[in-house]
């Protein structure tokens, strides 16, 4: 095998795809490094946290799966429960990301022992194959044979089996690209050996059976594998592994999104991008692009994160954004992200700057405790809810695993460049840039955004004329960016930058102003709901540190949701006035302290007003208001008392709820022991449901042993349906829907049969009559009385 494309690779640019794609090119995070800031500050935390974490206990997994004794036994949580070396994989991708952001010898030293023990399990194999994949060796054989019994979230029995090795390739990869190591590129062709010659064989109707199982971003790995080795198997074979239940339907400029979880989506959609550039296929660059363009514009809140309950709820109604305490997933972010720079680096569009600014301060940073580092999985946009951080020896989510990387890579997109002939300042990061091919280096700073501006300072500069060019950023008033070189004014060109060309000597210093305004930015449903955001901030208000329930997460299996007590959404401080605009006109800046925003004139209750709104990534461990009602004084006690009335109502049934399953969603199901066979699910009207052709069971637990009666929703229009609903062993009823309720859910309460033996919780099972199948199931409660 030869490996004369790692260079072209480590630039993430082969010569196919520089051929064929002209947009801007990237500096190696390692020619950036970051100055004193809260971005510096979150780097220096995510450190702390991975060398916290114990190698021999993350190799666990791999080792086990390859008949050999760990050192130390594996992590619990969700480490534990099917996902064993998923984080594995994300630890050696934050490693090499680290390394190369850093260049610090203990992270260097750090990863090679994780390589050390990666290396030791794929030897010990034989075939190439390296995965913590739980029971690994027996699924992949059934694979290989054609016996594929897949469901949204799991495959023949296992718990996302590809999306977990997915993190491994990535992280081999990683290792090769961000660190240098030959031994990992060696490793990541060996275990892509392996899976061609496991998938090659299969039809292209048993590949898409195996992907509708969240895979992760396995097409994105293959495409990787064709660029560093040059061999076009495997970008065919990064074609046939991709979903065409999605891409299909963009291709024919169609999104179809609702329903769908959002983080299996946009890891497919990444791998669409890279193969585009690759093949040159302007046809899949475009499906990406409009399923950006969707997503953002159509799903996105103002923190630049989407999805409620990990799913894409209807475009038309945030409804449940407001209302649940599972809001934006942090994972979906960091996907989103990757796939706005490979976007921006094919067209080179301030639009995917824009985004990736917004997301960047909003929802990444914030999503890290600023002293102890702990990390976010959902981010409420309930108001006066808070969120939970991770705890380093207990905490193994999903979020853990991305959010390990994302406060390694803050200076991937700060600096790019069009050939050797200019610098491109996109974002306002303080940070040093070198550059030695050109002779270049350079110094940011600034204390933005408690400053509006910033500086750049030449420490070394190239021989003849060179242009830099300054982001222009759309949310700068009237699009103003008043620049100075030496104190003295520059007339920069250009309309997406401020564009300056001379000969640069050193101790040259560019400074601008960077004038930002206050905006209220409403939801996409165009719901009275609106964020306060000044430039490119999400401004918060911080509200009550009282009832943080879990705010550190212990391990248990849902430990990263914000479980305490919801405050009424009628008691939410809300913004009075007729005009979002002028409301927003209100807010002014607090002289002399770091950036805040007062308007005691709009906000209600004064209680509230008298409180500053500051940066949403300075808000932790309180709760806090990010969207506000906007209302008039004349319609506000009426829209109260509507809340009020509705509230009370799902207050009274949740103080019965003694447990609950919401079929068709990944994590619940997963909670609750979900088994299937000839199953499926969707969604209708916002609302997941599941149903079976066979039969699907949940584990409810009664840990209060109070429950005394079950509680199923269906929808009223179902028909031509028979099924059985048991507990345990016992049948608690036939049922067969009419399908005259009309379009509406509904919900029957069955009682409990007495004298069951529960020590483990009740298990309800759905189970078909021959012939039929169960109706869809959109909700199911223990209840008690």
Known sequence: ????????????????????????????????????????????????????????????????????????????????SGLGGHVGGHYVSALAMLYAATGTDTVRARLEYMLDGLERAQKAGGDGYLGGVPGGRDIWPELAAGEI???????????????????????????????????????????????????????????????????????????????????????????????????????????????????????????????????????????????????????????????????????????????????????????????????????????YLAYYERALYNHILASQHPEHGGLVYFTPMRPDHYRVYSSPQQSFWCCVGSGLENHTKYGELIYAHHGPDSLLVNLFIPSTLDWPERGLRVSQRNTFPDEAGSSLTIKAAPAGPFTVLLRRPEWATDGRLRATVNGEPVAGTGSGYVTIRREWRVGDRIEWELPMHTTLEGLPDGSAWYAVVHGPLVMAAPTSSTDLDGLIADDSRMGHVAAGPTRPLSDAPVLVGHDPREIAEAFQIIAGTPLGL?????????????????????????????????????????????????????????????????????????????????????????????????????????????????????????TDYAFDLFVGNTKVATVRPAGDRGPIFYSEEYALPAGLDKPDGFRVSFRAHAGSATAAIYDVRLLRE
């Not at 004369?4 to 995070?29: D, I, T």
């Not at 990534?617 to 009020?644: C, G, N, P, S």
Request: charged content about 30%.
């Open 598 to 718: 007062a308007a005691p004139d709009v906000i209600y209750p004064a209680t509230v007003s008298q409180r500053a709104l500051i940066p949403f990534y300075r808000v932790h461990d309180t709760r806090y208001v990010i969207y506000w009602r906007v209302t008039d004084r004349e319609t506000l006690d009426a829209w109260r008392k509507l809340q009020q009335r509705e509230e009370a109502e799902s207050r009274r049934l949740d103080e019965r709820t003694v447990d609950r399953v919401s079929p068709g969603e990944q994590q619940p199901e997963v909670e609750h022991d979900y088994t299937g066979t000839m199953t499926e699910s969707g969604t209708r009207d916002g609302r997941h449901w599941r149903r079976a052709r066979d039969r699907f069971a949940y584990t409810l637990r009664d840990h209060s042993e109070t429950a005394d009666r079950l509680r199923v929703t269906y929808y009223g229009s179902d």
């Open 149 to 351: 019994e897949a469901e949204r979230f799991s495959l023949n029995g296992k718990w996302v089996p590809w999306y977990n090795l997915h993190k491994t390739f990535a992280g081999l990869r990683d290792a090769w690209q961000y660190a240098g190591s030959e031994r990992a590129g060696k490793m990541f062709v060996a275990l892509g050996e392996w899976a061609y010659a496991l998938l090659a064989p299969l039809t292209d109707e048993q590949l898409q059976r195996i992907v509708y199982a969240e895979p992760g971003g396995m097409n994105e790995s293959f495409a990787d594998l064709a660029a560093v080795t040059g061999d076009d198997k495997f970008l065919e074979l990064a074609r046939r592994f991709s979903d065409r239940e999605l891409l299909d339907p963009l291709l024919a400029g169609e999104s179809r999104l609702t329903g769908l979880h959002a983080n299996t989506q946009i890891p497919k959609v990444i791998g669409y991008e890279r193969i585009a550039k690759l093949s040159g296929d302007s046809s899949w660059h475009r499906a990406a692009r409009d399923f950006w363009e969707t997503v953002v514009a159509e799903r996105t809140v103002a923190i630049g994160g989407n999805s409620v309950r990990e799913h894409f709820h209807s475009a038309d109604d945030f409804s449940a954004m407001i209302e649940d305490v599972q809001g934006p997933e942090t994972c979906n972010t960091y996907n989103m992200l990757r796939l706005s720079r490979q976007l921006y680096e094919a067209e080179g569009d301030a639009r």
């Open 1 to 80: 095998m030869k490996y004369a494309g790692l260079v072209a690779f480590l630039l993430l640019c082969g010569s196919r795809l520089c051929a064929q794609h002209g947009g801007p090119q990237l500096f190696p995070l390692s020619a950036v490094r970051l100055e004193e800031s809260p971005f510096l500050n979150a780097e220096e935390r995510d450190r702390d946290y991975l060398l916290a974490l114990d190698p021999d206990r993350l190799l666990a997994p791999y080792l086990q799966e390859a008949g050999l004794t760990p050192r130390q036994p594996g992590y619990g949580n969700w480490e534990a």
